[in-house]
């Protein structure tokens, strides 16, 4: 199957400092991209949606000046979690679908950030 | 109400056993329907999907979807201790948006 890579795979930081996560599509364009949370214990929840050549789209509470998502190529889309606090201490996923096929997402593996 | 519902469990059966899992939805525009696995700390992996109501089968594993009850199973058969994780529900319209059920840990043991 498709693969989507995530880099970090783990970071710690202190608070006030930002955090850049990766997210790419290995072997297969994906113009679109979506970024979810997880909080321990509790299933995934849609952040924001990265579109390549366009600005994202964010779903309703998810504060776009503090996750900056830019989706540089058709296999890149980064989200950075600008001035880092504790309780954005998270699992952070990204998903890209196959082209024309909604049902088949693939994720990444996860970056689990600590912010101290 | 949430829009996906589903039993967190936990679910605790012995090898060999059939695991049901399943979810109830509420929006009626859901047009696609996956079952994900996870594992502790590792992103979900997706093991089934369908768009049409009735059942799939692929190996061990058996999806059913009812879209007049909005409601979608998942059995596994001659379950082995490496099937136990979390099994998520998931399903999305035509937007690609995927709506996540709360997850069902299970545990299958030797």
């Known amino acids: 199957g498709a693969v989507v890579s995530q880099h970090p795979s783990w970071v710690i930081c202190k608070s006030g400092t930002s955090v850049k996560i990766e997210c790419r599509s290995l072997?297969?364009?994906?113009?679109?991209m979506f970024w979810y949370r997880q909080f321990p214990k509790q299933s995934l929840m849609l952040m924001a949606t990265?579109?390549?050549?366009?600005?994202?789209?964010?779903e309703q509470g998810v504060e776009k000046d503090k996750f900056l998502i830019n989706h540089a190529s058709l296999t890149l889309s980064t989200l950075t979690v600008t001035s880092a606090h504790p309780e954005d201490s998270s699992f952070y996923i990204c998903?890209?679908?196959?082209?024309?096929?909604?049902?088949?997402?693939?994720f990444g593996p996860g970056t689990r950030l600590t912010v101290l | 109400q949430k829009e996906v519902e589903q039993d967190p469990g936990p679910l605790s059966v012995p090898e060999g056993a059939i695991v049901s899992l399943n979810c109830t939805y509420s929006?009626?525009?859901?047009?696609?329907f996956m079952w994900y696995r996870q594992y502790s700390r590792k992103g979900p992996e997706l093991l089934m999907y369908?768009?049409?109501?009735g059942n799939k089968e692929d190996g061990r594993f058996t999806a059913q979807v009812d879209k007049s009850s909005k409601y979608i199973s998942l059995f596994i058969r001659d379950s082995q201790p490496s099937d136990s994780a979390t099994y998520l529900c998931?399903?999305?319209?035509?937007?690609?948006?995927?709506?996540f059920g709360a997850g069902t840990t299970v545990t299958v043991r030797a």
């Open positions: 998903s890209a679908p196959l082209a024309g096929a909604p049902d088949t997402q693939y």
């Open positions: 072997d297969f364009q994906a113009t679109t």
């Open positions: 990265s579109n390549e050549g366009s600005k994202a789209t964010y």
């Open positions: 929006n009626s525009a859901f047009q696609y």
């Open positions: 369908t768009y049409s109501s």
């Open positions: 998931a399903m999305c319209r035509y937007d690609y948006k995927l709506s």
